[in-house]
């Protein structure tokens, strides 16, 4: 397993996990509450390293929700994906002496954490543990979060898995009926992912039932612009922030036009943000997962755009 991936293959890899801006959950609070008290710290978190911040799936004693990427700790973790990384005193370390967690009012001076790696090797986050005095984690607590660690990617891959299969699922079931001999040549089609934002954040905001009444709201406002199109189809994956559409013909604009316009429509009427990506297939007789993977990678692609327009504005 390579000790290092390149900055766009690991963002990549944190990208298909869809953990980022995702909804709380007990058991990675349960995670960082645990690592409070094995390395008894006042601080502990389930960090994520996104394109341009450090978002918290879970945290212990720390009220924000995440943190700048130039100012994390745990962005220099990652460089040693295997390794535990430990700042016994921050303001001794030359690279955080000046870093505002350290000088602000967090007054940060200790810092452990041990990287959550995928199986191909991708440092996606740490589990993590801070405090305001100096000090020294014994073996034992070493040892307890990096189990802590395994654990969390554990729990990320169930999940992964858990989505991949359903998506499999759904995709078998909207793929084009294999046609008889004297039937005409099989068309093409699109895969279409429509994916809401920031669920945590909209969640703080409007609470997490009224969040999913506009998302089934979503979901019937994309039944609806299909409607004049009955080859199509799209679906919701369970519980989730994501649809994904399957559009059968060679030329499917007018479908996803509707699709959009009733996204954006949407969006107007509830200030959530839906980004949007497609893919069309090569050859009519290409396998559907192959289609959402390209389309998923237009997604990421298209993320990475946004936060670099947001980097340049600030």
Known sequence: MSEHLAESARQR???IYRVVDSLPEAAYNDIAYLASVLCDTPIALVSLIDRDRQWFKASQGFAETGTRRDEAFCNHAIETPLDMMEVRDARADS??????LVTGEHSIRFYAGMPLVTEAGAAIGT??????????????????????????????????????????????????????????????????????????????????????????????RLHEALMAYPDHSVNRTSHSEEFIAVLHGDDTTEALNSLCDHTAAFEASTGLRVLYSSADATDPNERLELVFLRADDALSQTKDVLASGQSEAA
């Open 95 to 100: 690279r955080f002496e000046s870093n505002p």
């Open 127 to 220: 589990v993590c543990v801070l405090d305001k005095q100096p000090r020294e984690l014994s073996e034992m607590q070493r040892a307890g979060l990096q189990a802590l660690a395994r654990l969390t990617m554990t729990l990320l891959d169930a999940r992964l898995h858990e989505r991949e299969l359903e998506r499999a699922i759904l995709l078998a079931e909207t793929a084009p009926i294999e046609p008889v001999a004297s039937a005409p040549a099989p068309q093409g089609f699109t895969v279409a992912i429509f994916q809401v934002q920031d669920l945590a954040g909209a969640a703080r905001l409007i609470g997490e039932r009224v969040l999913e009444r506009h998302l089934q709201d979503l979901d019937q």
């Open 13 to 15: 890899a944190l990208d």
